[in-house]
Structure formats: structure tokens, C-alpha cells
């Protein structure tokens, strides 16, 4: 069951990325802690911090990721959130680049999900958000993070 009548809720996203040999872009997901599925590292906005900043703190508790983040959004997608009282609330996501220049050897939640380097269509296949998953084949969005 759906909360009615509330606008969608927001959260923030970095989208971890890579370039590899050939000049090939990688980008990184991390499973969910409680469904298990491929997600991007992403959580709830900071106080005292920027909605990037906020992404890029993210990426470092989740994945322990080091790098640079844009300022500007790359997109957005919707998802629903199940709640503790086992309604859902809409949640906008959006989703910031961070050029990965280096993990940690630990991290707050080091041992708690699965991380993959992907190419953007295989990650595309592995995600369940259909507007995520556009996103990332979106050739124009992978050109802009290089």
C-alpha cells in the first residue's frame, strides 16, 4: 500500500566510475543491505552538507569509494521505499558522478554488501529501477563523467 497524498520523498546517489583499459568506463554497484539487490551507494540528504557532498559520503560509508564528485546531478530516478509500518513512500534519487580514485582497506560498512565493477549496460541489466537502469545505458551521461 502506497502513502497517499505525500510528494515523493529524496535521497541522494553517487554513481562511482572508473575508466579502465581501452578507455572502457566501469561504474560500481553495491547490493542492498536488507533486499540484496544491485543498487548505487545512496542515502538520505545531511544537514551541513551539500546534496553531492552528501552523495560522496555515501559512497565511502557503503563502499568505502575515494574520489572526486561532480556538484551537478547526472539524473534522477524514482523508487519505493517500503517503510517500518510496511506501507511504501515514493522516493527521488538524485544521482551525482564520483570519479573513484581509490577504496579503502576498510570502511563504516565494510563486510556488509557485495561490490562489482560493471560496464554501464551490464549494470543497467543488474539494477530493478527501470529509469536507473536508462540512465545508465544513456551514452550521453557516460560521455559527460570522462
Not at 556538484?71 to 530516478?77: E, R, W
Amino acid at each position: 500500500m502506497w502513502l497517499g497524498g505525500k510528494p515523493p520523498a529524496v535521497q541522494v546517489a553517487a554513481l562511482p566510475w572508473r575508466r579502465v583499459s581501452g578507455g572502457r568506463i566501469e561504474v560500481l554497484l553495491a547490493t542492498s543491505r536488507d533486499t540484496g539487490r544491485w543498487v548505487l551507494p545512496k542515502g538520505w540528504p545531511q544537514k551541513k552538507r551539500s546534496l553531492s557532498e552528501t552523495a560522496a559520503c555515501e559512497a565511502w560509508e557503503e563502499a568505502g569509494l575515494l574520489g572526486r564528485i561532480s556538484p551537478n546531478a547526472v539524473g534522477s530516478f524514482f523508487y519505493r521505499k517500503r517503510l517500518n509500518s510496511g506501507l511504501h513512500r515514493r522516493v527521488r534519487v538524485s544521482v551525482f558522478p564520483l570519479a573513484v580514485c581509490g577504496q579503502a582497506e576498510t570502511w563504516p560498512e565494510y563486510g556488509q554488501r557485495e561490490l562489482r565493477w560493471f560496464s554501464p549496460e551490464e549494470a543497467a541489466r543488474h539494477v530493478h529501477e527501470p529509469e536507473l537502469a536508462e540512465l545508465l545505458r544513456n551514452a550521453d551521461v557516460m560521455k559527460r563523467l570522462a
